[in-house]
């Protein structure tokens, strides 16, 4: 599927920039009009989906020659022109899931000991767990690039941006436009199957075990799972926070057994490192969806709607400094 949209969306951008080159585009409006109705003969007529716009101008468009107003139209993240993006978290799902969004980002992590944060307890507040988590991440992560803790690995993202820097707080201030950092995490909840006369839900966090894996697993046979996942972004060195929650269930076909677990590890999938041991977007998986209420970003970990409502409410924080 992707082999296909890079074969179509490079012959519709080739077109398209000699389309441009004849083309004065006065507005953004103008640009927008034309990369909609543009459809090569040869290809045939068909919608026009958001993933072929998208892959247009990430991959065939050259957009430092076009005209700021019609680059800022084809990209959220630069009509945003908000600071560059620190990702706090190593997670493979979300880095997919913010270049799949086309927000450009430098990874940063610092590991804290997430099991003394927060209650787990059963009926315990999933929501405010992961923000708690999110938070804590955002809070240790800050305070290594603040101190200097993280001044090496920090030094290492942002000479990119800020090269002729020579201290760190010249660095943190990025010539006045600082820095966003991103941090997030994730839980699973579930209808206590040791309880379900009283309706009572436990977390699920990263199975500790192949064991615990399967135990998880082979229960959303019966009760299905639901995602909880928080986003936190903060503003250094202003330190402004926005932050948020997203939830989705995911609805198993009674079939799925432990013995997906054994698949999927197999196939050298990490099922230890996802919460619940849940990953819907490997195709072994998939076969046992019934189908999501949501979204399957939000339950890879990362919620594309959520990250961009944030970013449009931090661009309107840092509009009041």
Known sequence: FYNYLNKSC??????????????????????????????????????????????????????????????????PW????????????????RKLILKEMGIPYQILTRSI????????????????LVLELGVAKAD???DGIRTGANYVDFARVAREEVPDANTNEEMIANEGRGWLILTADQVVTQTNPQATIDGSTRIL??????????????????HAPRTVGSCVLTHIPSLIRVSGVDTARINFIPTITGDLVDKLI?????????????????????????????????????????????????KSKLAEL
Not at 36 to 41: D, E, G, I
């Open 140 to 142: 240790h992560l800050v």
């Open 78 to 93: 630069l009509e945003l022109n908000l600071p560059p993006l620190i990702l706090g978290s190593g997670s493979f799902t």
């Open 205 to 222: 966090e990263k199975p500790s075990s192949v064991a615990q894996a399967k135990q998880f697993v082979s229960s959303y046979a019966v």
């Open 10 to 75: 490079l012959w519709e951008g080739m077109m398209l920039r000699s389309f441009l080159a004849v083309c004065y585009l006065p507005s953004s409006v103008a640009f927008q009009h034309a990369s909609t109705l543009w459809k090569p003969s040869s290809v045939g007529l068909r919608p026009k989906c958001c993933l072929t716009t998208q892959r247009l101008t990430h991959t065939s468009l050259n957009l430092a020659t076009m005209p700021e107003t019609a680059a800022a139209a084809t990209d």
């Open 266 to 314: 197999q196939d050298g999938a990490p099922v230890l490192a996802c919460a619940g041991g849940l990953m819907v977007e490997h195709p072994f998986v998939k076969e046992y969806i019934e189908g999501i209420d949501g979204t399957e970003d939000s339950v890879m970990g990362l919620s594309k709607d959520l990250v961009w409502r944030l970013l449009t409410e931090m």
């Open 113 to 128: 000991d997430e099991t003394s944060i927060g209650d787990r307890s059963i009926n315990g507040d999933a929501s405010k």
